[in-house]
């Protein structure tokens, strides 16, 4: 049974940083792509982040230069690091593993991150 865990999330001045990250059970993050997606109040879910199987990282206009997502293999954990963080970040930050051929995708439950100007 797949489930990923995200932690880091909070309170945060603008400018400041926060690391969140993702504990994955049930696969190995190196297999799938995996990313990190957002969602404002009133808002679509959006892309933010992700990270192939082959390392491959693309992020999205709003956060390149800013945002950094790596994983480690060994702790089944990815993460995203958030520099120089503006009130805008301000949403709940999901984690999935994509899906893959007959392998489903999955998401986390959410993590707020909330960004005070």
């Known amino acids: 049974q797949v489930q990923l865990v995200e932690s880091g999330g909070g309170l945060v001045q603008a400018g400041g940083s926060l690391r969140l990250s993702c504990a994955a059970s049930?696969?190995?993050?190196?297999?799938?792509?995996m990313g990190w997606y957002r969602q404002a109040p009133g808002k679509q879910r959006e892309s933010v982040a992700r990270?192939?199987?082959?390392?491959?990282?693309n992020y999205a206009d709003s956060v390149k230069g800013r945002f950094t997502i790596s994983r480690d293999n060994a702790k089944r954990t990815v993460y995203l690091q958030m520099n120089s963080l503006k009130p805008e970040d301000t949403a709940v930050y999901y984690c999935?593993?994509?899906?893959?051929?007959?392998?489903?995708?999955?998401w986390g439950q959410g993590t707020q991150v909330t960004v005070s100007s």
């Open positions: 999935l593993q994509e899906s893959s051929g007959l392998v489903p995708g999955h």
């Open positions: 990270i192939t199987t082959g390392g491959t990282s």
């Open positions: 049930g696969i190995i993050v190196n297999a799938y792509t």
